[in-house]
């Protein structure tokens, strides 16, 4: 029995695949839409957040990173047409790809980095790539418009500057349990491709 014909074992392939950030072949189109997958990550980001909760101790920046703002008013989201959906998915996305990169380079740098929050923003930033990568395959493989483009072509991005990893944990968890659902579920629900 080939991979081709067993569906459950491509599912399962493919997941092994997208923490390596990998371009998975072969895959179905729509990974995205299966809830299970953007589940897994969700709780990842959980998970992480729940460890730096009572983090004290090299949990601390030392200086602010910006992060995307990830309150949602269902009643304009609803009204919001599906491209600015996308934009202000991608948006965040890239914040909070650069801001997950810069908490990395601060936790690297600190006195006493711990191997196990280091461990939980390497899973973050893995998960941001392979998201990143799913996004891109249901919607045709365009990428993302740049954030100065972005800004001038729409409202700007809404956001604002946490100082500790608990802060950038719960908004990565806030941003993919908010927007980043709500805007899969719709994109899914359309056939957006």
């Known amino acids: 029995m080939g991979v081709r014909e067993c569906p459950a074992l491509l599912l399962l392939l493919s997941l092994l695949m997208l923490p390596l950030g ?8 729509r990974l995205i839409c299966d809830s299970r997958v953007l589940e897994r990550y969700m ?4 998970e992480a957040e729940n460890v730096t ?3 004290a101790e090299g949990c601390n920046f030392g200086e602010n990173i910006t992060v995307p703002d990830t309150k949602v008013n269902f009643y304009a989201w609803k009204r919001m047409e599906v491209e600015q959906q996308a934009l202000e998915v991608w948006q965040g996305l890239a914040l909070l790809s650069e801001a997950m990169l810069q908490g990395h380079a601060l936790l690297a740098n600190s ?20 998201l990143t ?9 365009k990428e993302a418009i740049s954030l100065p483009e972005a800004t001038a072509s729409g409202a700007p991005l809404r956001t604002f500057t946490v100082d500790t990893l608990c802060k950038l944990f ?9 927007k980043l659902k709500l805007y899969t ?8 491709r």
Do not use: W
Request: glycine share 10%.
């Open 170 to 178: 719960r908004i990565y968890s806030n941003f993919l349990r908010g």
């Open 43 to 46: 709780l990842e980001a959980r």
């Open 111 to 130: 006195s006493q980095p711990s191997e196990t929050l280091q461990l939980h923003v390497d899973k973050a930033i893995s998960a941001l790539r392979s």
């Open 133 to 141: 990568s799913l996004l891109r395959v249901l919607r045709g493989q």
């Open 22 to 29: 990998l371009p998975v072949l072969g895959a179905p189109p």
């Open 53 to 55: 909760m009572g983090c």
């Open 185 to 192: 579920g719709e994109a899914c629900r359309r056939g957006d």
